[in-house]
């Protein structure tokens, strides 16, 4: 009777962590579609009206986040080969920070009601915008260039690392006698 507790309770204690493992997957997804969502929606709003302030914002909003994330997937992609790169994700971690506040007030900016207001406001959210990315874009560009500079060096190694073995190969070269005419 008590391994039979025993076991039932095993299966239960499995099923519940089952249950989270998939609760918490499916909880990834949607906040992925949803992210993917408001992307399109932005992507929408940013080409259906260039001119307006609502358009600016939407475009505003989608260059941040489209420079955040790129800058995120270099360098995680790069953190993996590179793991000297701990302090430039830090700093992206805190970039996210700051880039989730102007994205917080471009989308409050957005139900704004007073457009007269929303576009006098604009332009300060923008230059804010315009700071994250910039700094964003850096850390990118560095990550990229320090990843080709590594790929240069490696390829140089490797190079010089064949025509070392190639004339090791081809030892009997080095002693040959010269050719009587």
């Not at 700093?91 to 007073?114: F, H, M, N, S, T």
């Amino acid at each position: 009777m008590d391994t039979l507790l025993m076991v039932l309770g095993l299966v239960l204690v499995l099923a519940v962590g089952l249950g989270a493992l998939v609760v918490a997957a499916l909880v990834r997804a949607a906040r992925a579609a949803s992210a993917k969502a408001e992307r399109v929606a932005l992507r929408a709003r940013s080409l259906a009206g260039p001119g307006s302030t609502t358009g600016r914002i939407a475009s505003v909003r989608l260059g941040l986040r489209n420079s955040l994330e790129s800058t995120r997937r270099v360098l995680e992609a790069a953190h993996q080969e590179d793991g000297q790169l701990a302090d430039a994700m830090a700093l992206l971690k805190r970039l996210d920070r700051y880039g989730a506040e102007v994205d917080a007030d471009l989308r409050q900016l957005e139900r704004e009601p007073d457009a007269a207001r929303a576009a006098d406001r604009l332009g300060a959210f923008e230059e804010r915008a315009e700071r994250v990315r910039a700094a964003a874009d850096q850390l990118r560009w560095a990550t990229q260039d320090r990843a080709h500079r590594l790929a240069d060096d490696e390829l140089t190694r490797l190079g010089a690392e064949c025509a070392q073995e190639a004339e090791a190969l081809r030892h009997w070269q080095r002693g040959a006698l010269p050719r009587e005419a």
